[in-house]
């Protein structure tokens, strides 16, 4: 299996050095420009390789979703949903726990 993401319904090339919001107001950032608002904000240093892997992983799972390549090769990611998509699993699990620790049936059952 291949370590690349799987190619968009419509190939593009970002034209902004990857960064941008379209008319959507879509958030798309390049692996880099993600490492490095996360690194502001949580104060911890990113592998952009590894992080890229996580980023397949959950493009994979539909929690982000690649939608180019810009002219220097970088993958371009729209994160826009991604916190929402992110925090519902989350809760979902978390939810699934408790009633485990209650002594409830789980979500899953």
């Given amino acids: 299996m291949s370590d690349r993401p799987p190619s968009p319904p419509t190939p593009t090339i970002a034209t902004h050095g990857g960064v941008g919001a379209d008319d959507h107001d879509r958030l798309h950032l390049t692996t880099q420009q993600l490492a490095t608002r996360l690194e502001g904000t ?10 890229e892997e996580y980023l397949l992983e959950l493009d994979r799972d539909d929690y982000v979703e690649w939608v180019s390549v810009t002219r220097t090769g970088d993958y371009v990611w729209d994160v826009t949903e991604s916190p929402d998509r992110i925090a519902d699993a989350v809760a979902e699990v978390v939810v699934d726990r408790f009633y485990s620790w209650l002594g409830g049936a789980s979500n899953a059952e």
């Fill in 42 to 51: 949580l104060g911890t240093e990113f592998d952009e390789e590894t992080l």
